[in-house]
């Protein structure tokens, strides 16, 4: 017979509170489980990698720096008469806006420090997000499974871009309002509901009093919330996907060598942050930007000299400066093709670089997962493609500044306009070119260092009389990093007639891919890495030299 004993166990002594805590958020949020599940996650090192942070850091101060201007700026067009303390404008009519940015440079304690990190982290922002995305391409990162989190990276990039053009569209400055006058002539140029769309824009004929708060809350609210839930997934899908790594001795598609989140990459993150903070403020501090005083609030007729916009939004301008003035009468409305035909090419531009993932796993027809990232010279194609968009972009971005250039460098204003779009058209070509052979260069010399090691420099005589270089054998890791990269073969068509002697039908579809596929991984494309019975084969019969 059982029984059941009632003696109480021994009270126990009362846990500190911050163990108290734990248990309580534990208990409720499941903390603890899921650190331990991911505080322990292994990520690469490699300088490249911080490119992604330094966009990640600038954006937290972006938003950090934003909150604090929101506290004194008034996003109004109403007109009031200055009596601040910047003498030269004293007495002058301007909008509201203007005042308080000027009172946010001038009166408020800080502020036009705050003002001046805030634009500098926006340009370092959409410096560091166009380097990264760079990065990506030239080494595959965009494969599967991360071609979605591609597509988040450019919305971040897109989106950035026109949250700095209203940003410093706000202050309602000449320089600003020179800007918005751009726009709405690109706005104007739209066929059919061009107009409409400037009237609904603007409240009005231009400038209308309107736009300002509108403005105001697309920059404060709008695309700042959409940024940021991107940019949360964005991590998120990092995190899941694990990171991508460089080849290398022990790694694969499926591990991750590295060092742990928690502390060590913590740790080393949470410095960065402090340094990136810390320079942007150095800079800030030094260097003057947007001195929205200098220009004076904005008239409707006048235009500051040599305006130009943030230098993201240059090759914009460059793509309108470039394109002839070309009008043609349609259905009685006139369609401003030198406006219309490089607004339609930029955004057909930007649509393919989003798209650009999906397109070369339909060319390569690789449905596989890819954690292993690519020397860019291991693809060449890709490589040029991506060099040919760089060149093009900063032929514009050239256009863009072409009355400073001609009156800085004392050269013709139309000199310097054909030239533009003379190399818009032959420098993506050269560039593309160019960047194909010296990626096959270089992997020829990856080939013969292989095969035959490194140069050393010593020359040595043989007892025949030959003299020849002393080559040293590469060691295993440098064997493996040299040779870790996948080719791949490019799709064939093949026969035309079935084996039942019926001619069979190919689609123009078909016909394009396997045209692509060939210029991506023909002969012509890339070069035959080295296999293990080549090097068996030197080696043995004539040993390193």
């Known amino acids: ?163 700095g053009f209203t940003g410093y569209s706000l202050p309602d400055d000449l320089l600003s309002g020179t800007g918005l006058h751009f726009m709405e002539g690109a706005i104007l140029s739209i066929p059919i509901v061009g107009t409409y769309l400037s009237f609904f824009l603007f409240g009005g004929e231009y400038p209308g009093h309107d736009l300002i708060p509108r403005l105001y809350s697309i920059h404060v609210l709008l695309l700042p919330g959409i940024m940021l839930a991107l940019v949360v997934a964005h991590l998120i899908l990092v995190f899941f996907h694990k990171h991508t790594q460089f080849a290398g001795p022990g790694r694969s598609n499926r591990n991750v060598v590295g060092m742990p989140l928690m502390p060590v990459y913590m740790a080393k ?11 942007l403020s150095v800079i800030a501090g030094i260097a003057s930007i947007n001195p929205i005083w200098a220009f004076g609030p904005y008239r409707v007729d006048q235009v500051a000299a040599g305006s130009q916009p943030d230098w993201y939004m240059g090759f914009a301008e460059g793509l309108l400066r470039i394109m002839p003035g070309w009008e043609i009468n349609f259905w009685s409305h006139t369609l401003a093709l030198g406006v219309f035909i490089p607004l339609t090419g930029f955004a057909v531009v930007l649509a393919l670089i989003g798209v650009y993932p999906f397109v070369e796993s339909w060319i390569t027809g690789d449905k596989r997962q890819h954690h292993i990232l690519d020397r860019p010279r291991n693809a060449p194609t890709r490589t040029a493609f991506g060099v040919a968009w760089l060149t093009a972009y900063f032929v514009t971005m050239i256009a863009g500044g072409n009355d400073i250039i001609a009156t800085h460098l004392h050269l013709s204003l139309n000199t310097i306009t054909w030239a533009v779009r003379i190399f818009f058209f032959a420098g993506p070509v050269i560039a593309f070119i160019a960047t194909k052979r010296i990626c096959l260069g270089l992997q020829r010399r990856d080939h013969d260092k292989v095969l035959h090691g490194r140069e050393t420099g010593i020359i040595k005589r043989l007892p025949h009389g030959e003299f020849i270089e002393v080559h040293q054998p590469l060691s295993q890791d440098a064997l493996h990093t040299l040779t870790a990269h996948e080719q791949y073969e490019p799709l064939e068509l093949g026969p035309t007639i079935d084996d039942n002697g019926v001619k069979r039908r190919i689609t123009r579809t078909e016909r394009l891919r396997a045209k692509l596929s060939n210029a991506y ?25």
């Not at 993150?269 to 320079?279: E, Q």
């Open 1 to 163: 017979m059982s029984t059941e004993s009632t003696t109480e166990a021994p009270a126990r002594g009362k846990a500190p509170t911050g163990e108290r805590l734990a248990d309580w958020a534990d208990g409720r949020l499941g903390i603890y489980s899921l650190a331990k599940a991911n505080m322990r996650k292994i990520f690469p090192d490699h300088w490249s990698f911080m490119l992604g942070e330094v966009c990640l850091y600038s954006f937290l101060i972006l938003i950090l720096t934003g909150v604090y201007l929101t506290l004194f700026f008034h996003p109004s067009m109403t007109e009031v008469e200055y009596h601040g303390s910047y003498v030269p404008l004293q007495g002058q009519l301007m909008s509201e806006a203007y005042k308080s940015a000027l009172d946010i440079s001038f009166e408020v304690r800080g502020g036009l420090f705050i003002r001046q990190l805030h634009h500098w982290a926006a340009l370092v922002f959409l410096a560091g997000m166009f380097v990264h995305m760079m990065r990506v391409f030239f080494t595959g990162a965009f494969r599967k499974p991360r071609e979605v989190n591609w597509v988040f990276g450019f919305l971040l990039l897109f989106l950035g871009m026109f949250t």
């Open 269 to 279: 993150a949470g410095g960065f942050f402090f340094l990136v903070f810390g320079v």
């Open 521 to 545: 991984f023909g002969e012509e494309s890339q070069i035959t890495k080295p296999t293990a019975e080549d090097y068996k084969e030197i080696t043995s019969a004539h040993g390193p030299h």
